[in-house]
């Protein structure tokens, strides 16, 4: 999983509210076995392509500089819905590393930490702000997030604090998803088992003849 430090990028304003994990990616669009890499241009179907299959040139993410986001302003409840991890695959495949908004699906909220991509959390009247400041600049006013401060600074020069779970914040400024942080403690694990080998030896005798 790629770190994350910090990122100054355009941010687009999506204040939608309940934004589902379906109209992210389309549940028919979860098939084969190629998922991963194949998404993004499946991103948002619904909103971003007309009936004919041509780009609906009213979509946020079809204009530039909206185009290119690295950032999405979101309505409440974002994600919610079914939990489909490939929701989050596709927004990365978009080019989207963080999404700003006053609260998230609780499995999507999980799914973005587990794959690279940082969901920021702060008061619904800030979210506006942000959002209404990138519209009244078209765009061309930068957001910044600092993980590692835990700010977002907005288009108008505002900083706004932020809070991530201190285990999440350590895994996504390292890069580590569950498995590698897993695999850090390896001697802590390694330790543990042979600990209780000699405590409870007949656990393991079960477990071997099994």
């Known amino acids: 999983m790629q770190?994350?430090?910090r990122l100054t990028a355009t941010a687009a304003p999506l204040m939608r509210a309940n934004i589902d994990t379906d109209i992210i990616i389309r549940i028919e669009r979860m098939v084969g076995s190629a998922i991963r890499g194949t998404l993004g241009q499946w991103c948002f179907g619904a909103l971003?392509?007309?009936?004919?299959?041509?780009?609906?040139?009213?979509?946020?993410?079809?204009?530039?500089?909206?185009r290119d986001?690295?950032?999405?302003?979101?309505?409440?409840?974002?994600?919610?819905?079914?939990?489909?991890e490939a929701a989050v695959w596709a927004l990365q495949e978009m080019g989207i590393k963080v999404i700003i908004g006053s609260g998230?699906?609780?499995?999507?909220?999980?799914?973005?930490?587990?794959?690279?991509?940082?969901?920021?959390?702060?008061?619904?009247?800030?979210?506006?702000?942000l959002a209404t400041e990138v519209e009244q600049s078209q765009g061309t006013g930068r957001v910044t997030v600092d993980?590692?401060?835990?700010?977002?600074?907005?288009?108008?020069?505002r900083r706004h604090i932020f809070a991530v779970e201190?285990?999440?914040?350590?895994?996504?400024l390292?890069?580590?998803?569950?498995?590698?942080?897993?695999?850090?403690?390896?001697a802590e694990?390694?330790?543990f088992q042979a600990r209780d080998r000699v405590l409870r030896p007949w656990i393991h005798a079960v477990g071997a003849g099994a």
């Open 189 to 191: 694990i390694r330790a």
């Open 104 to 129: 998230f699906g609780d499995i999507f909220h999980n799914n973005c930490f587990q794959n690279g991509v940082l969901p920021v959390i702060l008061p619904p009247a800030v979210v506006r702000e």
């Open 69 to 84: 986001a690295e950032i999405l302003v979101v309505g409440p409840n974002f994600g919610c819905g079914s939990s489909r």
């Open 174 to 186: 390292q890069g580590l998803d569950e498995i590698d942080a897993t695999l850090r403690r390896d």
């Open 3 to 5: 770190a994350f430090t």
């Open 147 to 157: 993980l590692e401060q835990g700010e977002v600074v907005g288009p108008a020069g």
């Open 166 to 172: 201190p285990r999440r914040r350590l895994a996504l």
């Open 48 to 66: 971003r392509y007309l009936p004919d299959g041509a780009e609906n040139p009213d979509f946020i993410l079809n204009r530039p500089p909206y």
